[in-house]
């Protein structure tokens, strides 16, 4: 005797889904990761930036896999959440440290920097080690590279 296939009622199977994807309800995608490595900053707008003497003080962050995002100014933390689903991506609740710069150009390259990452709307990765944020028009507010 030849036994047949049991067909999975059609509630058993939206089910079976729904469990499998239940998993994947965070806003963060995994299409084009972002998260693990640390960014840093190699131009500001359209203008490029040079790379400091000490890399742990170059402006840089760090996505991690449970939305938060993490770096540095050059003088300042700065931490905060981010939402990121296919190549949209907003950080949002950015908090800083608030200690003065020692040179008024870091100082200002560092407010520039902030306000880029605040205006992010979208993102492109150039393989695997550059990260161009862009603002809601498109325009490349920062250009970052991972090491």
Same mark, same amino acid.
């Given at each position: 005797?030849?036994?047949?296939?049991?067909?999975?009622?059609?509630?058993?199977?939206?089910?079976?889904?729904?469990?499998?994807?239940?998993g994947?309800?965070?806003? +963060? %995608?995994?299409?084009?990761?972002?998260? $693990?490595?640390?960014?840093?900053?190699? &131009? @500001?707008? =359209?203008e490029?930036? /040079?790379?400091?003497?000490?890399?742990?003080?170059?402006?840089?962050?760090?996505?991690?896999?449970?939305?938060?995002?993490?770096?540095?100014?050059?003088?300042?933390? +700065? %931490?905060?959440?981010?939402?990121?689903? $296919?190549?949209?991506?907003?950080?949002? &609740? @950015?908090? =800083?440290?608030?200690? /003065?710069?020692?040179?008024?150009?870091?100082g200002?390259?560092?407010?520039?920097?902030?306000?880029?990452?605040?205006?992010?709307?979208?993102?492109?990765?150039?393989?695997? %080690?550059?990260?161009?944020?862009?603002?809601?028009?498109?325009?490349?507010?920062?250009? @970052?590279? =991972?090491?």
């Amino acid at each position: 005797m030849r036994s047949r296939p049991v067909a999975m009622p059609a509630f058993a199977a939206f089910l079976l889904a729904a469990t499998l994807l239940s998993g994947c309800g965070s806003a +963060v %995608s995994l299409d084009e990761p972002i998260e $693990g490595p640390v960014w840093r900053l190699s &131009q @500001l707008g =359209s203008e490029a930036v /040079a790379p400091g003497g000490d890399p742990r003080r170059d402006p840089q962050i760090q996505f991690d896999r449970s939305g938060r995002v993490s770096g540095s100014g050059g003088c300042n933390q +700065v %931490s905060g959440a981010f939402v990121r689903n $296919g190549s949209a991506l907003q950080m949002r &609740q @950015l908090a =800083s440290t608030r200690m /003065a710069c020692a040179d008024p150009a870091a100082g200002a390259k560092e407010a520039q920097f902030f306000a880029a990452l605040q205006a992010t709307a979208s993102y492109r990765l150039s393989g695997p %080690s550059q990260l161009t944020l862009l603002d809601a028009g498109g325009n490349t507010v920062a250009m @970052l590279t =991972s090491r």
